[in-house]
Structure formats: C-alpha cells, structure tokens
C-alpha cells in the first residue's frame, strides 16, 4: 500500500473508532485512566500498524482489538462489536488496497449512538460486606449465593451496547 493508501487507512481506522461505541464510551469515561484519549491514539496506530504487517494475520484483528481493549481500557466486550469493527476495518483495507475510496463516505455516513442510553457498571467490587471478623465462610452456602446475585445486580451488568468495564 502507498502512502496516500496508509494515510487513508489511518484516517478510516479514526472514523470508525470515533464512532464504536465501546471506545467511545471508554474514552468519554476514563477508563483507561486520565490519559484514556492518548490510549485511543495509540490505539489507532497500533491497529494501523497491525494492518500494514505483512505478518499480521489479518483474520486474527478482532481478538488483537479485543486484548487490546481490555489492555488499555480495562473493557471486557460482550456485544462482538469488535467483529462487526474489525470487519469493517478489513473491508476498508481490501478497498483501499483496490483504490476504492467510496468505503471512506460510507464509513462516514456510519450514525453514531447516543452514549446517553449506555450505562457503565462495574465488575469489581467495591466491598464484600463482611463485618470486621467475619469470612466467606461464616455464611451458608445458600446466603453466599444470594448474596452473590445480590451483590452482580448491583457490581455487574452490561452496557446497553452490551459492554463491561471494570474498574480499578
């Protein structure tokens, strides 16, 4: 691919990544931490880069997104939106590499969601609610298991996109 196709590339992997929920919502969150849009960059580039390795094995990019979404975000991803991501990213390759630069309108023209209607919950827990003294194994196994549900309602759930972030 030459530069103007690298160049197009990179700037296809930005569309889409701007409009990919799940990082979307990492960066708008922090969940990366305070240098979470820095990550996304980096993220981008480490993408860009995978896709011109002629090593890379192309049909490995969606785990290569997963672990790196969860690497520099602490995102689990539940909804596959990395497949339907890095589908589109290989698409955008395969056209640009034909010279095909109708991908970057479509791409485009891609309607982002409203992060408004996604929540964030979190996989760890803050507590265990054990009173000074007290183990696990104070309890029954029967209140260990309701306490558990109890406790996912409230420290584990899915983004409406299908997500899980978890925190620090």
């Given at each position: 691919m030459n530069d103007d196709g690298s160049k197009l590339l990179y700037e296809g992997i930005n569309l889409i990544f701007e409009k990919w929920t799940v990082l979307r919502l990492a960066v708008?969150?922090?969940?990366?931490?305070?240098?979470?849009?820095?990550?996304?960059?980096?993220?981008?580039?480490?993408v860009h880069s995978y896709i011109l390795s002629t090593s890379s094995p192309k049909h490995e990019l969606c785990n290569y997104l997963r672990d790196e979404m969860n690497t520099l975000f602490n995102v689990d991803i539940e909804d596959d939106s990395d497949i339907e991501v890095s589908e589109l990213i290989l698409d955008l390759y395969?056209?640009?590499?034909?010279?095909?630069?109708?991908?970057?309108?479509?791409?485009?023209?891609i309607k982002e969601s409203d992060l408004t209607?996604?929540?964030?919950?979190?996989?760890?827990?803050?507590?265990?609610?054990?009173?000074?003294?007290?183990?696990?194994?104070?309890?029954?196994?029967?209140?260990?298991?309701?306490?558990?549900?109890?406790?996912?309602?409230?420290?584990?759930?899915?983004?409406?996109d299908g997500t899980q972030s978890k925190s620090e």
């Open positions: 708008t969150h922090n969940w990366g931490g305070p240098n979470s849009e820095e990550k996304k960059k980096k993220l981008i580039e480490y395969s056209n640009l590499k034909k010279n095909n630069l109708e991908i970057i309108e479509k791409i485009k023209q209607h996604c929540r964030e919950n979190n996989l760890i827990q803050e507590g265990s609610g054990l009173e000074e003294g007290e183990s696990d194994s104070d309890y029954s196994e029967e209140d260990q298991l309701e306490s558990s549900y109890s406790d996912e309602e409230h420290s584990v759930g899915n983004h409406s």
